[in-house]
């Protein structure tokens, strides 16, 4: 199938959308050290989002790749990982701010270098809220998409350098969901050069789930998050659907 929808974020570039139910949401990175850190809202009512630690807990992981499920505050499913060539995406580094981003790449503004400036994580984060009416308030913990963070046995988390040049992730959405991506450093990522590595963003149809779908069939608490996620869908569908 042909996306029906694509747009390209360069490094330090934002973007966000409400995407219908039912569609495939492919990532891409063109090079190596990508990372698109991404906030999910169910789009009719932002107050339900995507909430990282049930998602962890109820899956018994601390990464998210195909097979997974990305979890609301309400126990239902907003979106499902049906494919993924890059096989790992961390749930818990977080973003960017102004004044980490300054320290480890130099400190660079709008005034000076005009739209050559470094953006850091939570300043595209927060912008994109506002474009749908939300504040920092709203503000979680992000995906960070392409990016491998492994947990030591005392708890300190390592970023792990690995080649995400042509992969990609592809997302289906199970509900009507506001997507908020930031294409910014990991916050982890070691290296003192801002990284240079633009993703794609494609939509297109999903194909229906079927009663043998991995992600459902992941482990009994996707299976009741699924259901829940179906029943209220369910319920809000007009006489005519």
């Known amino acids: 199938m042909t996306a029906a929808f694509s747009i390209t974020l360069q490094p330090g570039g934002k973007w966000s959308a409400r995407i219908g139910r039912g569609k495939s949401v492919t990532l891409t990175a063109a090079g190596d050290g990508a990372n698109l850190a991404v906030l999910l809202y169910q789009a009719a009512d932002p107050s339900e989002r995507y909430n990282m630690p049930d998602s962890l807990k109820a899956q018994h992981t601390a990464y998210y790749s195909a097979g997974h499920v990305l979890m609301s505050d309400q126990g239902r499913v907003l979106a499902?990982?049906?494919?993924?060539?890059?096989?790992?995406?961390?749930?818990?580094?977080?973003?960017?701010?102004?004044?980490?981003?300054?320290?480890?790449?130099?400190?660079?503004?709008?005034?000076?270098?005009?739209?050559?400036?470094?953006?850091?994580?939570?300043?595209?984060?927060?912008?994109?809220?506002?474009?749908?009416?939300?504040?920092?308030?709203?503000?979680?913990?992000?995906?960070?998409?392409?990016?491998?963070?492994?947990?030591?046995?005392?708890?300190?988390?390592?970023?792990?350098?690995?080649?995400?040049?042509?992969?990609?992730?592809?997302?289906?959405?199970?509900?009507?969901?506001?997507?908020?991506?930031?294409?910014?450093?990991?916050?982890?990522?070691?290296?003192?050069?801002?990284?240079?590595?633009?993703?794609?963003?494609?939509?297109?149809?999903?194909?229906?789930?079927?009663?043998?779908?991995?992600?459902?069939?992941?482990?009994?608490?996707?299976r009741r998050a699924f259901e829940n996620t179906w029943n209220a869908v369910w319920l809000m569908r007009g006489a005519n659907l």
């Not at 009416?133 to 392409?146: A, K, S, V």
């Not at 792990?160 to 990522?189: D, F, K, Q, W, Y």
Request: proline residues 8%.
């Open 80 to 222: 499902s990982i049906t494919e993924d060539t890059a096989g790992w995406h961390d749930p818990l580094g977080g973003y960017t701010d102004r004044a980490e981003t300054d320290r480890k790449y130099g400190p660079t503004s709008y005034q000076n270098e005009r739209n050559a400036w470094l953006r850091s994580g939570e300043e595209n984060l927060t912008v994109e809220l506002f474009r749908h009416h939300l504040t920092p308030r709203d503000m979680g913990t992000p995906i960070n998409f392409f990016s491998r963070v492994i947990c030591e046995p005392d708890g300190t988390m390592r970023y792990i350098p690995s080649g995400s040049a042509g992969r990609s992730v592809t997302l289906r959405t199970e509900t009507e969901v506001l997507l908020i991506c930031s294409n910014t450093p990991h916050p982890l990522n070691p290296s003192g050069a801002y990284p240079d590595a633009a993703v794609n963003i494609a939509v297109e149809e999903a194909l229906p789930v079927k009663a043998d779908d991995r992600c459902v069939n992941h482990c009994a608490e996707n």
